[in-house]
């Protein structure tokens, strides 16, 4: 599934934050602990040096009961030995706040009098842990609208930034090449689209002319080989009618002129499409498509008694289409053609019409086609098959030309080609 690329870039951007704020967010929070942890632990040091200064020179060992009673968060112990000194968390019941709060502690040793004893001295975490939180959820806000704010300012940088892309885009995806109308591109202000918008008009003024050139050679080609093809078959029909042939010679003849017709047949379509592209057919009537059918059905059901082909029609509701009545005559004929030509022997035409559609349906090969190919000029199937000429090639001209879709289908071995009006 295909993305827009400003889909994409913002995309990498949101997982890039995302990533940041997972990684940083825990990251922030224990920093900011440890070095309040940090913090206590140098006030727990102060309090033990400024008790060692003024309060032990002047205890006596009669006072370190008294003593204790009046200092909450400081206590003195007699010890039988002299202990390392250290830091740690401890939990006490605070009869104030009537529950059991966490505290940091260090516990270390003094000598009163000569005597070692156990010091004690702890700081209350839950102010700590309530700031720390505090500050954590700060933290939290501000880089969520930082994220957030990049996500906006990036996606409207973005829009403004690749406006000039996306119009270059859509008036490539407006652009035909048989069209009167070229696409004109704004001056932008990044360097590298006015590069692209060059590159694209040099491109399209060179496939243009190439166009041109190609559309004058097919018409002058089709123009030019009337007369030679309408005298060769002059010649040919003149020659058959005055002399005796042999019957291998009367065969050769045949083939010729088979060539011959051939050749009429791919000239016209070539005129016709020429004439399509140069809009020669825009002036449009009112046409009832059921009539058109039924005025074309006589002649093609005779070449399809050289197969022995049934036909079956489903035109019970009178549709009319606004179109060139040469075009529809050339689109309805084409695609009867097309059925005849790619049937096989015994096998079925059914043509239906609806309010939206025409669809030509017959038996054929046993497998689906290629539709990406069924519609470009002289394409095959199968590079030992017959071609399939200019007759889908003009449908689908026809087609374009009105705005209508053609589509094709294989179901329950056949073969259905469908204009859709609407």
């Not at 997982?15 to 990684?23: C, D, P």
């Not at 040096?49 to 370190?64: A, G, H, M, S, W």
């Not at 016709?272 to 039924?294: A, C, F, P, R």
């Not at 689906?368 to 190919?373: D, G, H, N, W, Y």
């Amino acid at each position: 599934m295909t993305k827009k690329l400003l889909y994409k870039t913002s995309k990498a951007y949101v997982i890039y934050a995302f990533l940041i704020f997972v990684i940083s967010a825990p990251l922030f929070y224990f920093l900011t602990e440890q070095l309040y942890i940090d913090d206590a632990d140098e006030t727990l040091m102060l309090q033990k040096r400024e008790f060692e200064k003024y309060v032990v020179p002047q205890l006596t060992l009669n006072d370190i009961q008294k003593w204790n009673k009046l200092n909450r968060n400081l206590h003195i112990e007699p010890c039988l030995r002299v202990s390392k000194e250290s830091f740690r968390y401890a939990s006490y019941y605070d009869s104030l706040e009537k529950e059991i709060e966490p505290y940091r502690e260090l516990k270390s040793y003094i000598f009163i009098q000569g005597k070692p004893f156990s010091f004690s001295a702890r700081i209350n975490l839950v102010e700590a842990e309530d700031l720390i939180e505090n500050i954590a959820l700060l933290y939290l806000v501000i880089i969520s609208l930082f994220i957030i704010g990049l996500m906006i300012i990036t996606k409207k940088m973005s829009k403004n930034l690749w406006k000039p892309f996306y119009e270059t885009l859509n008036k490539i995806e407006k652009f035909q090449i048989d069209s009167s109308s070229h696409p004109t591109f704004s001056i932008a202000t990044t360097e590298e689209f006015n590069r692209l918008n060059s590159s694209i008009e040099k491109l399209i003024e060179k496939n243009i002319n190439i166009y041109k050139t190609q559309k004058e050679f097919i018409e002058n080609a089709a123009h030019e080989l009337q007369t030679p093809l309408a005298v060769f078959q002059a010649k040919i029909d003149t020659l058959m009618q005055s002399s005796e042939f042999t019957e291998e010679q009367f065969k050769t003849l045949g083939a010729l002129t088979e060539s011959v017709s051939r050749l009429n047949r791919l000239n016209k379509n070539l005129l016709l499409l020429s004439k399509i592209e140069n809009d020669i057919y825009s002036e449009k009537q009112t046409i009832h498509l059921k009539g058109v059918i039924e005025k074309t059905f006589d002649f093609f059901s005779e070449q399809a008694k050289g197969k022995n082909l049934t036909i079956l029609t489903e035109l019970s509701e009178e549709v009319t289409i606004a179109s060139n009545p040469i075009l529809i005559d050339m689109l309805v004929s084409n695609l009867f053609l097309n059925a005849i030509k790619h049937n096989v022997n015994n096998g079925n035409i059914t043509i239906s019409v609806s309010s939206h559609s025409l669809c030509f349906s017959n038996s054929g090969q046993s497998q689906s086609l290629i539709p990406e190919k069924l519609f470009q000029r002289f394409s095959k199937s199968n590079p030992s098959e017959q071609g399939n000429g200019l007759g889908l090639a003009i449908v689908k001209k026809i087609a374009d030309l009105n705005k209508w879709n053609v589509t094709y289908s294989f179901e329950n071995q056949q073969h259905s080609f469908s204009v859709n009006f609407k």
